[in-house]
T-cell receptor, first 117, second 114 residues
Framework: GAVVSQHPSWVICKSGTSVKIECRSL??????MFWYRQFPKQSLMLMAT?????????EQGVEKDKFLINHASLTLSTLTVTSAHPEDSSFYIC?????????????FGPGTRLTVL | ELKVEQNPLFLSMQEGKNYTIYCNYS?????LYWYRQDPGKSLESLFV?????AVKQEGRLMASLDTKARLSTLHITAAVHDLSATYFC??????????????FGTGTRLTVIP
């Protein structure tokens, strides 16, 4: 149980285009989902926290208009990188916290590698 | 802001040897997680530590938590090549700060050599 999927696994796009990444909790409901980015050989950096049915909370320094997050249901959150540029190339990982869980354990998706040319 | 530091950052060890990775954090928390990450992959949950004095073991890995010292350790016994990966600790400060999210350590990149 507690499986999180991400789609796509990797994506290569041209500069200036937008890319949407989906994060799904497959066998549980997730009240909260988190989006991280990870640069090579670095730790995870939290970008935003997404609660179902409400606006995402962004970490300081993360542009809301560039990284659009939608958490439309208890099993799906999407991250759209708008007008992507090469500096947005990174490994994006989502995680989900199970509804009704009594602690903050998060279940991580397999990640999406974004390369912007 | 809560800081989580891991030590060492890089570790190269021979097969069969033992070693300990340390995770120090700067605020009260009695919940801590350890994850493993292989190159190009996402995080795999290893241990969930939920109270002071918690100790968990799985195979050659053992994790412990000392909330008074704000320290967790990940001990590797008789290392094998398959353990080569990056290990992250993550602190859950929800009861101390109300924060919803985990705070990740810097990671320890372990290489086990024959």
């Amino acid at each position: 149980g507690a499986v999180v999927s991400q789609h796509p696994s990797w994506v290569i796009c041209k500069s200036g285009t937008s890319v949407k990444i989906e994060c799904r909790s497959l066998d549980f409901q997730a009240t909260t989902m988190f989006w991280y980015r990870q640069f090579p050989k670095q730790s995870l950096m939290l970008m935003a926290t997404s609660n179902e049915g409400s606006k995402a909370t962004y970490e300081q320094g993360v542009e809301k208009d560039k990284f659009l997050i939608n958490h439309a249901s208890l099993t799906l959150s999407t991250l759209t990188v708008t007008s992507a540029h090469p500096e947005d190339s990174s490994f994006y990982i989502c995680s989900a916290r199970r509804a009704g869980g009594f602690y903050n354990e998060q279940f991580f998706g397999p990640g999406t590698r974004l390369t912007v040319l | 802001e809560l800081k989580v530091e891991q030590n060492p950052l890089f570790l190269s060890m021979q097969e069969g040897k033992n070693y300990t990775i340390y995770c120090n954090y700067s605020t009260t928390s009695d919940r801590l997680y350890w994850y493993r990450q292989d190159p190009g992959k996402s995080l795999e949950s290893l241990f969930v530590l939920l109270s002071n004095g918690a100790v968990k073991q799985e195979g050659r890995l053992m994790a412990s938590l000392d909330t008074k010292a704000r320290l967790s350790t990940l001990h590797i016994t008789a290392a094998v090549h398959d353990l080569s990966a990056t290990y992250f600790c993550a602190v859950d400060p929800i009861f101390a700060t109300g924060a919803n999210n985990l705070f990740f350590g810097t990671g320890t990149r372990l290489t086990v050599i024959p």
